[in-house]
């Protein structure tokens, strides 16, 4: 499986930005797709995830301003940013699991400042 992310950018304080992340190869079945994102001098983590079920979670500092979402027919995963604040800024991880199997894309960045 590989992943490749997009919609990554510069954004004001209160915006909106959509990252997009496309899986090709063996990418059926049950599987979780998450996004992840990483700050400078932290580790990366858990922004949000959905199954194949479609169940999702997100981590408390995004929610009620990011939505994650997921289009089968396309292999494509969403997440929809609203309300951006500085401290969104970070390199933003695609990811794809299967079973015990994990995959990484490439980050894509997201600058919130003014």
């Known amino acids: 499986v590989q992943l490749q992310a997009s919609g990554g950018g510069l954004v004001q304080p209160g915006g909106s930005l959509r990252l997009s992340c496309v899986a090709t190869?063996?990418?059926?079945?049950?599987?979780?797709m998450a996004w992840y994102r990483q700050s400078h001098g932290k580790q990366r983590a858990l922004v949000a995830a959905?199954?194949?079920?479609?169940?999702?979670t997100y981590t408390d500092p995004v929610k009620g301003r990011f939505s994650i979402s997921r289009d089968d027919a396309k292999n494509t995963v969403y997440l929809q940013m609203n309300s951006l604040k500085p401290e969104d800024t970070a390199v933003y991880y695609c990811?794809?699991?299967?079973?015990?199997?994990?995959?990484w894309g490439q980050g894509t960045l997201v600058t919130v400042s003014s």
């Open positions: 990811h794809y699991a299967k079973g015990t199997t994990t995959y």
């Open positions: 190869g063996s990418a059926t079945g049950i599987n979780v």
């Open positions: 959905i199954a194949s079920s479609g169940s999702t």
